[in-house]
Structure formats: C-alpha cells, structure tokens
C-alpha cells in the first residue's frame, strides 16, 4: 500500500511505507516507578511481561501486547496473522498478498475502509512477506480512534467481503504492482536467484506470486483462503503507544472477545529444502544500463542460535566503508555499489548480497573477486575490530528500534511470524556475545561454494556441503525470559503550535538562528537539523552537481579521521547522521540520545570545519552517483519525473536551479575534480547563516556552548543571497510528452500545473483541500476510488499540490503507475476527474471528512521530533520569522473555517486540466496508446 505524502519528501521515490499519527490519552507511569498490574477483563489471561511489553491471551486464542508509551500523542494497532507466501499451495502463489488487498475493501460493519481510514487522520497500511502478512493503523491516541481501530480490525479479521466484483478489478491491480517490480533488474534478480536456490521451500517464491495466479484465483478459493488463516487462534493484536492498559485490555475483549475460537486445526508448514549439492548459477539477460551480480546462500532460521553471528558476518562483508566486499569491489574500482542482508525468518532462509558494476566494466571479474571474498572469510578470520563495528551497528538499530513505541509494534511482526515477539530481545542478547570465532564459524559452515547461487552449473567431484540446522523450539528458548529494564519513557507532550513555541527557545549565536525544543523523550531521543545556507545566483552559476558531492563528501575523510573511522564513531554512539546538499544549502540531519549527542556533534562538527576531500573517495562517491544516475536512464519512473520537471521549470542553463538530464547530469559528475570540490568548499561553507533545530533530550548549556565556539564566528568569503524562485510564462502551454522504454511492464504518468501562489496567501488553505479530496486521501480520494478501486488500472495513483513560503511559485502534480496496455484507460479517466472536480466542485460531505483528516494529520505530524526539529529548521530561514501558532495554528483555523464553494472556487479556478504539462514513459510499442491530450 501506498504512503499518500511521500511526495512532498521525494518524488522520484514510489515508497511502500506506513506513516505514522497522533493524539491524547489517560497519564502512564513514569520511567521508574512501579507499575500496578492491571485486572484483568473475564477471558484475558496474562502470560508474561518483559521490558515494558505485556502479553495477554484471549480464550478464543488471540494473543495480545500491549506498549503503554505516554511520550507520543499517537496509537498504533497492528495485527498480525500468521499467514504469508510460505503458507501458500499450489496455484495459490500471491494468494496472501492478494487477499490483504483486498481486506480493504471493506467489512459488514465498516464497508468503506478507505473512507473511515481517512477521516480518522491514520497512518495506515498492510504489508505480506513470507511467514506473515500485518494491518496496522497509527492515529491520534483518542478514546475513540482507539475504538475505532479495534472495532475495524475485529470486524474484518471474519466479516471482509472477498466479493467478486472487487476481485475482479483489484487482480490487475496487484499485477500492476507485480509488473511494476518487474521494471528493476536488480529486483528481478534477487527473485531469479532465491528461486534457483530454493527447490521446494515457498522462500524461493516471490510473495507478490505469480501473474497467471493472481489472474486466474477463483474468488471461493480465495474466501477460503481468508476463512481458513484470518482467525482469532491464528492473529497477534498489538497496541502500542499513548494508552490505558487496563481499558485497553476491556475494549480488546469487547470487541475480539466474541469471536468464537475456530474447529479447524491449522497443520504447520513441513517443507524443509534439501542440502543444496553443488554451486548453482543462472543468467537474466533485460534491458538495462548497469550490470549486476546476486549471490545466495542458505543459512539458519531467525530463531537459530547462528543467526546473530550470521547478520554480524553479512556486515562484516558488506559495512561502507569498512567491509571486505566494498574494500575489494568498491575501492579497485570493479564495482559501483553493493550491500548484502539475511533476513529473520521462521524456516531456514538465506544471505544475500548484491554488486552493482558499471556498463564497461568487466562482470567477470567483479564476479571472481566477489566469489574469492567470499571464499577467504573462513580462512583470514575476521578482526575483532571487524566485528565490534558489526556489532555497534547492529545493536545501534536495535536500541534506536526501542525508541519508538510505534516502530516496536510494526517491527514485532517479523518476530512473531518468526516464532515469538521476545526473541528480538534474544536477538539483541546474542549480539553483544557474539565473538570473531563465531563469526568465522558461522562462514566457514555456510559460504561454502556448494551451498551458494550465482548462476551456471559447474560439476564438484569433491562436493562440500553445508547442513543448516533445524530451527529451535522458540517455545523452549523464550520460556522464563525476562529482558532487562524497559526502555526510560517520556513525558506526555502536547504538541499543539501554542504548547510548542512556548516551549521551544529561540535565540541567536553569531550567524546561526537557533530553536531549541528540550523535553523528556523515550530513549533520551534528540533529534537536530542544521541547515547552511550559501551563495548567491551569480556565484553559483555553472557549478552542476557540485553542491550535492561537496556535501556528501565532508563525511569522506577529515584531518583527525578518516571515512571508515567517521562511520564507526557514529555506529559507536548509535546515531543515525545524515549530509546532504543542493542548490543554495547543505541539511545535516541528527538523530541520537542525550548521552551520545556531544560525541556525535563533535564528528559532525569536525566534518564540516576540517574535511580533507581525500580525491579516492571522491572517485568511488562519482562511481557510486554515476551508476545510480545511468540504471535511471532505462527506469520510466526517473525519466518521466526528469523530463515533467525539466518541462515545468525550464531554468536556463547553468543556472543554480537547473534540473539536468541525465545525460548532463553524468557529463557534469564526470567531469567534477577534486579540487573543484575543494575550491567550492572554501568559497561556500560557513555559518553565518545558518539555522540549527534541537528537539529532544539534550545539555542546553553544553549545546549553546559548543554552537557558539564551532559555529559562531564561521564565515564563508562569498556572500548570501536567496536566489529567489521563478515561474515561467510558458509553463501555462499545455505540453505532452511520451518516453519510449523498451522491456519495462510498467509505465509512469505525470501531471504538473504551475500557478502563481505562496504558501500563506488567501486561497492556499482552499486549493490544499481541493487537492486532498481529489488525489491525497488515502484509497478513497476521488482519483484512487476512481482509478485503483473502480477501474483496476494502477497500483499507485494521487495527486499533490505544493506551494513555496517566500516566492508565489505553486505546484500542483498528479502521478500513476500502471500497464501501457491501460494507457488510454488511465489518462481518460483521469481527466474526467480532474474537470468533475473543476466544473461541479465538492460536497459538503466530503470537505467535512477530508477536513477531519487532515487537521489530525498535523497533529500527527507535529508529535514527531524528527518533524519538529525539521520544520523550525525552515522556519527559522524565514526572513520575517514564522512560529507554528503564525503559521500552522492560522493555517489550521483556515481550513476548519471553509465551505465546499471556497473550495470549489479554488478548483475551478487553479485545477485547469487544458493547462498541464503531461509526460508519461513505458514500453508503449506493444501496446500502442493514444498520446495525452
């Protein structure tokens, strides 16, 4: 399912990701204090409790965990059924992903699931893998969203509709998605080899399933499918975040408690997948600009006593820029890029890794060099430095995992569907044992050549093979287990604009513009944006690509350490950094705990004063942007983005704002030196004006201090200027454009519409909502109800609307993926939307909904420190200031304020389908569609 504002974070990006949401609920104990338990509802059973997690049972077998976390406004409610591609038989294959598809369409009591996901503001979404497939939902923490989530997922765990009709169209909306993972090679790959590699086992089957499957699924095998796993025995409920455990626990019962426990007895799966006998290989020959190599091995179960020597061994080879495989490929220049992971499942799985090799480059022997690193890690063991920095990351994820109750509860479902919840504190137990020999060990047992896949078969006289071992009693291994101290909870934060200006402190260091928004979090969290801002329009003329390497290069190298000693540090002090740059300013973005935080600024702190740009790790950063850059020029999504915002914003050439081609893009990249970085760099960097946001648990005194002596007094020798935005005259002309991409099942639409408009101006709060009701609703806006659920004809459909706070420069834009064959389809109706909603306007109905939706959605976004301290980031490069009760408070009353012919108003007036500029791109030869219009 579709993350409907992930285009306001990145466009060219069609994320599968769940949001998250916000609200109030009855005060939670604090960090220490000891916490009653409470009684308990008739039919509910304890059964244990560890680290702030508490597991209950209903008599009809669901089992329940509650997360009390009074530190975020927001709820989440995740079930989970254990049920996902593993489970499947013969000509079932995508049956389980199919049906949480269709699990939205609605339920007796709740038939338009969409609808009431909407106007209730939640983050929701529903993802299938292989041993489970999940539903969750994050709102606003009220006594009502809460019964509303629990009614929802009650009634559609036995009462969905599975009806004919939806199946008819929702198949090809999944085989929209099936065809749209069939446009990444490295994607099909991975699937190319996990099914060499597998025999018999549902792991070697994607779980999107087969097309012919998804086609042909009678809809009473699918009923049955659904009656037989969606069952109360079968489901484990959890609710984490700001609520009551005890009424909790009463709604809980009221709603699953009559459910009635099934008769029929689910037989556990039995396949088990013969010792391989000998290297397999395979080719996949397509269309593509960049070459690829996938190697698998067999490893053990996630439950398995191996399995944290076997992830520590994965990162051990893979870590940037320390791993064997990145020294070996990335630094002689063989490779691009790689990575690698083995993921937590109930059966046996596997290791995978992956090398990205630029066209030109000889495929052979990246694949030599890949196979020999791979052979050698048995026999030259690794260090324990190698194995300590594993291990840092590993554990860092885990603890940066408990500091979200939200994170927790969706995370959770990897580890029921593996066996039980607790064994992710097992997993994190087994880290920190893990030693260089257990590592060695677990290489010299499983990368074997007899028990890996990369393709052709080569015969063996002397076969060595491996034997994985069969998955533990997780029953046996969690019985008694008790965890340490649950996780320092937070304190009870309002997030309304008022609370937060009032309690955010703003002041001034030198050239830096500071907000600090200091508050107890869970974890000690703290989250820090610093945004430099530099040059001016002049200045920056002709420097393509320069801004964005220059920035990702200060984490390369610095005069006291180098690129793999940075990576290391951060790892240490489990922070997550990140640098990046673009235009006219460079985000550095902080995500650490309170302990950690004057380590991690000192790094960043030197990063930016003291880079060294060391010219090697400048050509792999060219290498690693230069593949990136051209696997795009085959992919329709990146090329149609490209060209409608190439075609919006035609910037002249050399300008600061230039959106490239690819092909100028890769020319400009190629020729960037060394010490042109270093030359922008002197000219550019400094802080006089910056802005630096802190929100979290944090030294205020140490914080002023360290900003003071590092940032104060830094000055850059050319001058600031905001360049400011442009809106071109000709973007009025309608234009259509159509990108041929051979081989490529999936094709991408957009639409984009500029309009003169600032963010605050009168008719913004109108036109914002006009564009909610028709494509940012989650499934029910009016282009998703008409094209996903009615017509079947794209997976991923919406719309956006955006417009800048200090220029009138406004974007509207709308985007779909879906088959060429649909082509005409698509655009036809999209365009009968689009002037429906201009000519006839809204209904009073819907305005009321999507209002609800979208005032709770601030809400929800504003409970977010990482939102928070992005948000002040901005705020504070206003010229005149702006606070979240200037801006966000007003914006919010505007909204509550207006009627269906405002809103109308701004549709017909702003949403003029003659206007837009359309580029579409796919594969349109074998299915010849009618140009757009």
Same mark, same amino acid.
């Given at each position: ?153 009650? +009634? ?86 700001? #609520? ?45 600009? #960049? ?137 994190? +137990? ?157 985000? #550095? ?105 802190? #929100? ?238």
């Amino acid at each position: 399912m579709q993350n409907r504002n992930f285009l306001r974070r990145s466009l060219p990006a069609l994320a599968l990701l769940a949001l998250s949401s916000a609200a109030p609920a009855l005060a939670q104990p604090k960090a220490g204090v000891s916490q009653t338990t409470p009684a308990l509802p008739a039919g509910v059973s304890r059964v244990t409790s560890v680290e702030g997690i508490t597991e209950y049972q209903l008599k009809n077998g669901l089992r329940v965990l509650l997360f009390p976390d009074p530190s975020k406004a927001t709820a989440t409610v995740n079930i989970t059924y254990l049920v996902g591609s593993r489970h499947e038989g013969y000509g079932e294959s995508g049956m389980a992903h199919l049906l949480e598809h269709m699990v939205f369409k609605g339920s007796t009591k709740h038939p338009n699931v969409p609808q009431e996901l909407t106007e209730h503001g939640a983050s929701p979404n529903g993802t299938t893998w292989y041993d489970r497939t999940n539903y969750f939902e994050t709102f606003s923490a009220t006594d009502e969203n809460l019964k509303w989530a629990l009614d929802l997922e009650a +009634d559609r765990m036995v009462n969905s509709f599975i009806k004919k009709e939806d199946l008819a169209s929702e198949f090809s909306v999944v085989r929209n998605e099936f065809e749209r993972g069939e446009n990444s090679p490295p994607r099909v790959l991975m699937e190319r080899v996990l099914n060499s590699a597998y025999l018999w086992h549902n792991y070697g089957k994607s779980t999107i399933g087969s097309k012919e499957d998804i086609e042909k699924v009678p809809v009473d095998n699918l009923r049955a499918f659904y009656q037989k796993y969606y069952q109360p025995d079968n489901a484990v409920l959890l609710v984490a975040g700001k #609520v009551d455990e005890a009424k909790t626990l009463a709604l809980v019962q009221q709603y699953f408690g009559s459910i009635p426990r099934p008769t029929r007895v689910l037989q556990p799966t039995y396949t088990i997948e013969p010792t391989q006998d000998g290297e397999r290989q395979l080719t996949l020959r397509r269309t593509g600009d #960049v070459q690829g190599i996938g190697v698998a091995f067999h490893t053990p179960a996630g439950a398995h006593a191996d399995y944290a020597a076997t992830d520590v061994l994965v990162d051990v080879l893979t870590n940037e820029p320390s791993g064997r495989i990145y020294k070996s490929l990335i630094e002689s220049k063989k490779a691009a890029s790689q990575w690698g992971f083995t993921p937590t499942l109930h059966d046996a799985g596997f290791a995978y890794f992956y090398a990205e090799v630029r066209a030109g480059r000889s495929l052979d022997s990246a694949r030599t060099v890949l196979l020999n690193t791979f052979d050698n890690v048995a026999k030259n063991a690794p260090t324990a430095e190698e194995v300590d920095r594993a291990k840092a990351k590993r554990l860092k994820d885990v603890e940066l995992l408990f500091q979200s109750s939200e994170q927790v509860g969706l995370a959770m479902s990897e580890y029921v569907a593996t066996g039980d919840w607790r064994l992710v504190y097992l997993y994190r +137990d087994a880290l920190r044992k893990v030693t260089p020999g257990d590592v060695q060990r677990v290489a010299a047992a499983y990368l074997k050549p007899s028990n890996r896949t990369v393709g052709l078969f080569i015969p063996d006289a002397k076969p060595d093979r491996s034997v994985i071992p069969a998955t533990p009693d997780v029953a046996a291994l969690v019985k008694g287990y008790k965890g340490e101290a649950a996780i320092a909870a937070g304190e009870a934060f309002d997030a309304s604009p008022a609370n937060i200006d009032a309690r955010t402190k703003r002041s001034q260091e030198g050239g830096v513009k500071l907000a600090l928004l200091p508050k107890q979090t869970r974890g000690n969290s703290v989250n820090m944006q610093l945004k430099l801002r530099y040059g001016d329009e002049t200045s920056l003329t002709n420097k393509p690509a320069l801004a964005s390497l220059t920035a990702a290069m200060l984490q390369r190298g610095t005069k006291t350490r180098s690129y793999s000693q940075i990576q290391d540090a951060f790892d240490k002090a489990k922070a997550q950094v990140n640098i990046s740059g673009d235009g006219q300013s460079t985000n #550095v973005r902080v995500q650490a705990d309170k302990a950690n935080l004057p380590t991690v600024m000192a790094i960043v702190l030197d990063c930016l004063r003291n880079p060294t740009f060391p010219a090697a790790e400048l050509e792999k950063l060219k290498q690693e942007r230069l593949a990136g850059l051209e696997s795009q020029q085959q992919d329709p999504q990146g090329l149609a983005y490209n060209l409608v915002t190439r075609l919006s914003n035609p910037y002249p050439k050399g300008h600061p704002f230039e959106t490239l081609s690819y092909e100028d893009e890769i020319a400009a990249v190629k020729a960037i030196k060394v010490e042109d970085i270093r030359a922008f760099y002197k000219d550019f960097y400094g802080a006089q004006h910056a802005t630096l946001a802190v #929100v979290g648990a944090f030294d205020e005194a140490a914080l002023r201090k360290t900003v003071k002596s590092q940032l104060g007094t830094w000055k850059a020798p050319k001058a600031y200027a905001r360049i400011p935005g442009r809106l071109f005259e000709n973007t009025a002309t309608p234009t259509a454009r159509s990108i041929q991409t051979d081989d490529k099942a999936n094709a991408m639409f957009f639409a984009f519409l500029k309009y003169l408009m600032r963010d605050d101006d009168p008719e913004y709060a109108a036109l914002y909502m006009a564009n909610y009701i028709l494509g940012d609703g989650f499934l029910n806006s009016r282009l998703a109800t008409r094209i996903r659920q009615k017509e079947g004809v794209s997976y991923g459909v919406g719309s956006f609307m955006y417009a800048d706070d200090n220029d009138k420069i406004g974007t509207f834009g709308s985007y779909a993926i879906y088959n060429p064959e649909n082509s005409a389809r698509l655009e036809a109706a999209y365009r009968e939307e689009l002037e429906r909603l201009s000519k006839d306007g809204v209904t009073a109905e819907e305005l009321k909904a999507a209002k609800s939706a979208a005032l709770q959605n601030f809400q929800v976004q504003r409970s977010q420190d990482g939102n928070l301290a992005s948000t002040w980031a901005q705020y504070l490069t206003k010229a005149e200031g702006r606070t979240f009760t200037g801006y966000d408070a007003e914006l919010e009353k505007r909204i509550a304020d207006l009627t269906p012919e405002q809103v109308s108003a701004a549709a017909k007036k702003y949403l003029n389908y003659s206007k837009l500029t359309i580029v579409k791109a796919g594969d349109f030869t074998k299915a010849p569609a009618k140009p757009a219009q």
